[in-house]
């Protein structure tokens, strides 16, 4: 019996030897999200974990943090920054105070649709931004689809420029979108989605902006009459890893995670196209009031920001701001 025993004891020893060998080999990756589960980043996530996990064989897991588990945007970013979570799924408004550039594809009415966006943003102009988030500590591993972003309100339809005047209006922390709705006359406030619905249950805010599907799957209709189609910014989302993390990986498992993000981001963009007017309808049948947006009304409001691409310049180097709109209009 005590020999029995004995290799018993050896056996469990062994195991847990081994055991211990493979959980230290394993690297463990925490990512977050501020998205609702069934929005298309937080399902882009799922895609980026299973890529992951499948091409390390299992030497990489991917614990995934969706629908602000970990806190809102600005949290999850500052998490990322200090390296208590690997990365991130966001807006790249949340990154605009450490990389004001982005401020500059941020414009008022810059891009007519989804493929010129990406045609400016997947080239050199995007490269660089990806050098300025280096220079800030973050790895960035691309760039994928928010949407266009379209108004809210519980006061009135939207049919003149009048009707913005006066709004208070939940914006992004990011300075252009701030300002856009400044030079509309309306009382813009920065603050985390996290804060937005109750903000606008308790009347703190008579209006938001916010993709289709955002203010469906946050359930905004709920606490919003008035919907208009003003795509007044066309908004990316982008994935970002704490640098020093990102570069600890082997370059095999660089390579692998840089890759997943990259079919997690078509995917995402492809679903997001896919889904868009369905989230509109959807926004419809539970009861808002849709009031498209005349192409006239359209035009005074690009008129009435116009101003805005020049005092982006008091903040971000000039010769970027016309790159950008440079590149704009070579896409056209």
């Known amino acids: 019996m005590t020999k029995i025993s004995t290799l018993k004891a050896v056996a469990v020893l062994v195991g847990g030897v081994l055991f211990s060998s493979y959980a230290s080999s394993t690297e463990r990756l925490r990512v977050a999200g501020n998205f609702p589960a069934d929005h298309s980043v937080s399902r882009a996530m799922e895609v980026f974990k299973t890529e992951v996990e499948s091409a390390s064989g299992g030497e990489i897991q991917v614990d995934l943090f969706p629908a602000m588990q970990l806190g809102g945007a600005t ?3 500052d998490q990322v920054r200090s390296g208590s979570i690997f990365a991130v799924f966001t807006s790249i408004a949340y990154f605009s105070r450490s990389v004001p550039e982005y401020e500059a594809v941020s414009l008022p009415f810059l891009f007519n649709n989804r493929d010129q966006a990406f045609q400016v943003m997947d080239g050199p102009l995007g490269q660089q931004l990806d ?11 691309g760039y994928g689809e928010l949407g266009f972003r379209h108004v809210t309100n519980s006061l009135r339809p939207l049919k003149s420029v009048e009707d913005f005047k006066g709004l208070r209006i939940r914006l992004q922390p990011n300075e252009v979108h701030l300002q856009t709705f400044r030079a509309l006359g309306a009382n ?3 603050m985390d989605v996290s804060e937005l619905y109750s903000a ?6 008579d209006a938001q902006e916010n993709p289709y599907n955002i203010i469906s799957s946050r359930r905004f209709n709920e606490v919003q009459k008035y919907l208009s ?11 970002a890893a704490n640098k020093r993390k990102f570069e600890k990986l082997s370059d095999e498992n660089q390579a692998i995670v840089a890759e997943a993000t990259k079919k997690a981001l078509m995917w995402q963009r492809k679903i997001a196209a896919e889904e868009e007017e369905s989230w509109r309808q959807r ?4 009861g808002m009031i849709y009031t498209p947006i005349s192409n006239e009304l359209r035009a005074e409001l690009r008129q009435a920001t116009l101003s805005v691409s020049d005092t982006i310049k008091q903040r971000v180097n000039p010769e970027f701001v016309d790159a950008v709109l440079k590149a704009v209009s070579e896409t056209e």
Request: glycine share 8%.
């Open 229 to 239: 189609n003003t795509g007044h910014f066309y908004d990316f989302i982008n994935v």
């Open 283 to 286: 926004l419809v049948d539970d």
């Open 75 to 77: 949290e999850n970013v």
């Open 200 to 205: 606008l249950q308790q009347g703190v805010m």
């Open 131 to 141: 050098s300025k988030m280096a220079s800030q500590g973050y790895k960035n591993l």
């Open 188 to 190: 813009p406030v920065s």
